[in-house]
């Protein structure tokens, strides 16, 4: 009697959504330790939590990334991609930033949960964001404003894009008065009139507020 051929054992085929280590990259890291910040908030950003995403063990993710601190530069960097600056090497000032602080509100809506950490990191962890804040300030001097002034105000437009991007994630019944219903006239009026508009409350005041700053720094320019 023939005996059967025995040819290779099949190769086990590895769990979709799951790289192995080997196919580990820093991009792809990043995009996993984002997903575990915008589900479990800085606390639970671990390598641990990171690699079992993954499916790899914490020992081959450290391979690739040295520390949380690592990560979370990468993770910045990451976001940062989505902030529109290639305007102010080609627009007038107040066009730049408009797109600017439009995409960069979008952005920080949709990762909330990163505003407390990427707000207060060192800018030297991330050229990305280096080369951002110098496309930005090179917008400004070629509106004329003197250097002494760049700073100030795109640190007061970051701080208005931050209230902003939080401001997105709060309930559409944020402003309901409940049980004091029928007392406030004037502010009850005023929300049913916005309501009326169809546009969500965020979103108007973000519009209102952008308009309004970017008016008011290129009026007062210095």
Not at 4 to 19: D, I, K, L, S, W
């Given at each position: 009697?023939?005996?059967?051929t ?6 086990r085929?590895?769990?979709?959504g799951?790289?192995?280590?080997g196919?580990?990259?820093?991009r ?8 575990v910040v ?6 639970g950003?671990?390598m641990?939590?990171?690699?079992t995403s993954?499916?790899?063990s914490?020992?081959?993710?450290y391979n ?8 979370l530069q990468?993770?910045?960097e990451?976001?940062?991609d989505?902030?529109?600056h ?5 627009h007038p000032l107040?066009?730049a ?7 960069y ?7 909330a949960?990163l ?9 030297s962890?991330?050229?990305r964001?280096?080369e951002?804040y ?7 001097v070629?509106a004329?404003?003197p250097?002494?002034?760049?700073v100030?105000?795109i ?6 894009v ?6 997105a994630t709060?309930p559409?019944d944020?402003f309901?008065?409940?049980e ?5 006239p004037?502010?009850?009026d ?5 309501r ?6 965020a979103?108007?005041?973000f ?7 970017v ?6 320019r210095?």
């Amino acid at each position: 009697m023939s005996r059967p051929t025995v040819g290779p054992a099949p190769a086990r085929r590895r769990r979709a959504g799951r790289p192995s280590a080997g196919v580990l990259d820093r991009r792809i890291i990043a995009r996993a330790a984002l997903d575990v910040v915008s589900a479990r908030g800085y606390s639970g950003l671990t390598m641990s939590a990171v690699a079992t995403s993954l499916g790899v063990s914490p020992s081959a993710l450290y391979n690739h990334v040295s520390s949380k601190q690592e990560l979370l530069q990468w993770i910045q960097e990451l976001v940062m991609d989505g902030v529109d600056h290639s305007l102010f090497a080609t627009h007038p000032l107040d066009e730049a930033l408009v797109r600017w602080a439009r995409t960069y509100r979008d952005v920080f809506a949709d990762h909330a949960p990163l505003i407390p950490l990427i707000a207060v990191m060192p800018v030297s962890s991330s050229r990305r964001l280096l080369e951002m804040y110098e496309a930005v300030t090179g917008g400004f001097v070629r509106a004329g404003w003197p250097r002494e002034a760049v700073v100030p105000a795109i640190v007061a437009l970051e701080s208005f894009v931050f209230g902003s991007a939080l401001d997105a994630t709060a309930p559409d019944d944020i402003f309901d008065p409940g049980e004091h219903a029928g007392t406030l006239p004037q502010f009850e009026d005023a929300l049913a009139a916005q309501r009326a508009t169809g546009e969500h409350n965020a979103d108007a005041a973000f519009a209102t507020g952008l308009r309004a700053m970017v008016a008011g720094l290129l009026a007062s320019r210095p």
